[in-house]
């Protein structure tokens, strides 16, 4: 992913600084519980929602078990269509295919729609390194441009700023971008919006390449789709005579009438909304009408790895609605950029450890980034099992030792931290496996039991110290059994 992330400390420590923050924690509640309970409206107003949402959880698998074959079927549908589809491994090769692309163009600046795949690989600082000027045109994008910022929410990126702040990004930054913001400009929301709109404006109207994801491929016709809100997106899609569009591969859906499902589920599930206000698709290329020529990069980067693994493949169902991270009471607390990835969040807890291994402390650390209380499995609209992925990266930090990746590749290599835990781990299979040593140790236990204190000593005492030891019992299991039956207790 980009590399605006590496370095960065373990989630804990990330957290600690935001989690002091005052402003940051008010923002996050106010927008966080707005936007949650209008979703809660929006899908309580759909009676068949448990259907829909197993019907895109029941897609996505169908579409992820045979992805070979529907993206066969999606290359062959753009290049009859007049596109050309180009395939990344990772993101330092989809970023030297869209540079060169654009470089052919001869042009040195480029509109882009909100794309989480572009953030993920870094493509603005790969594009800014080779001279070529990115402008973001979603207008959180754009605040988060504006501010040198970072998306802290899939949905809402500038979510961590209130009006004033935006205000102030506006007033002192815009002209260095293009057209300045206006004399006088207040914190109203009107206003603010027009006086991006009038920044926008001359952006789009010179733009000759636009850049965009998109959040549906439709393999049967090859036909990209992009949802927003704003119109920004449509500008970019048709103004352009060129158009790059870098698209993760799990983002496909075989028909049209998978497509339905989601274009039901997403809106309800992102903004609330009963239906998305723009929905712009487009099928390769058509003679004087939108871009004259089109390109989709396809990208890998760590998804074939992820979908190599049974538990964790639920990952790649997101439709990336970000209807988790508005329910998470950690997400709330500590805001996106803790999470050190453009996918913040709970879906970020399990997805980056995933396609960038667990190698670096920031992403060993993300699986225990959740109390598991399981507010995110019952609001995802593909169903995805939020915790159970957690606990299973837990288990790959803890046992298998850290992932990294080297290349394409995933290599395991020892993990560094948690000896205690693993030494404890080591007794007591070594207990369990010699039945003679369990029942000495079991009846030592009981016999002294009085004396166990309730709290254990050094390191310990953080773990014992939320948690109430259980008592032991008078007689262990075992010896009540041959007492009470006259039968001996357990293989031994
Ligand atoms: S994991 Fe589910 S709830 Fe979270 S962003 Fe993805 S689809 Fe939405």
Redesign the pocket.
């Known amino acids: 992913m980009s590399g605006t992330y590496l370095g960065m400390p373990a989630f804990p420590e990330a957290a600690r600084e935001a989690v002091g923050n005052r402003i940051l924690r008010d923002n996050l509640r106010h927008a966080t519980h707005t936007i949650r309970a209008k979703r809660a409206k929006a899908v309580a107003e759909v009676s068949d929602w448990a259907e829909l949402r197993e019907a895109g959880k029941r897609i996505k698998d169908h579409t992820l078990r045979h992805l070979d074959r529907y993206l066969e079927r999606l290359e062959e549908s753009v290049t009859a269509a007049g596109g050309v589809v180009h395939w990344a491994a990772d993101a330092a090769e989809a970023n030297e295919i869209v540079t060169e692309l654009v470089k052919m163009t001869g042009e040195s600046e480029v509109v882009k729609v909100k794309s989480m795949a572009t953030q993920e690989i870094g493509l603005n600082e790969a594009l800014e390194a080779a001279g070529i000027r990115a402008y973001e045109t979603d207008l959180a994008e754009l605040i988060v441009q504006l501010g040198k910022d970072r998306p802290s929410h899939?949905l809402v990126p500038a979510i961590h700023r209130n009006r004033g702040e935006i205000r102030d990004i506006f007033r002192s930054e815009m002209s260095e971008w293009g057209r300045p913001a206006p004399e006088g400009l207040t914190d109203t929301p009107a206003e603010l919006a027009e006086a991006a709109r009038l920044h926008l404006r001359e952006k789009f109207l010179r733009a000759k390449v636009g850049i965009s994801g998109a959040n549906f491929m439709v393999a049967e016709t090859g036909t990209m789709v992009v949802v927003e809100s704003e119109g920004n997106g449509r500008m970019c899609l048709t103004l352009p005579e060129t158009l790059i569009s870098v698209v993760g591969i799990e983002k496909i859906v075989p028909t049209w009438r998978d497509l339905e499902v989601f274009l039901q589920t997403l809106p309800r599930?992102?903004t609330a909304e009963r239906m998305n206000p723009y929905t712009s698709t487009w099928t390769g290329t058509t003679d004087q009408d939108g871009p004259g020529t089109f390109h989709l990069v396809l990208l890998d980067n760590g998804r074939s790895d992820t979908l190599a693994d049974e538990v964790g493949r639920q990952?790649l169902?997101?439709?990336?609605?970000?209807?988790?991270?508005n329910v998470c009471p950690v997400y709330e607390r500590a805001g996106g950029h803790a999470y050190g990835s453009v996918y913040p969040?709970?879906?970020g807890a399990?997805?980056s450890p995933q396609l960038r291994g667990t190698g670096s402390e920031i992403d060993a650390s993300l699986p225990y980034a959740s109390s598991l209380c399981g507010a995110?499995y019952e609001?995802?609209?593909?169903?995805?099992d939020?915790p159970e992925v957690l606990v299973h990266l837990r288990e790959r930090v803890v046992e298998g030792g850290e992932a990294t990746r080297a290349g394409n590749k995933v290599v395991l290599r020892p993990a560094k931290g948690h000896a205690a835990e693993r030494a404890a781990m080591r007794a007591a299979r070594w207990a369990f496996t010699h039945p003679g040593v369990l029942r000495t140790g079991q009846r030592a236990a009981s016999r002294t039991r009085r004396f166990h204190p309730r709290t254990l000593p050094g390191p310990g005492r953080a773990w014992s110290g939320s948690r109430d030891l259980p008592p032991v019992p008078a007689e262990p299991f075992r010896d009540w059994w041959q007492r009470t039956r006259g039968q001996k207790g357990g293989a031994e």
């Not at 169902?317 to 991270?325: D, G, V």
């Open positions: 899939i599930s992102s990952a169902r997101c439709i990336r609605c970000s209807a988790c991270l969040g709970p879906i399990i997805l995110c609001v995802c609209p593909v169903a995805i939020i």
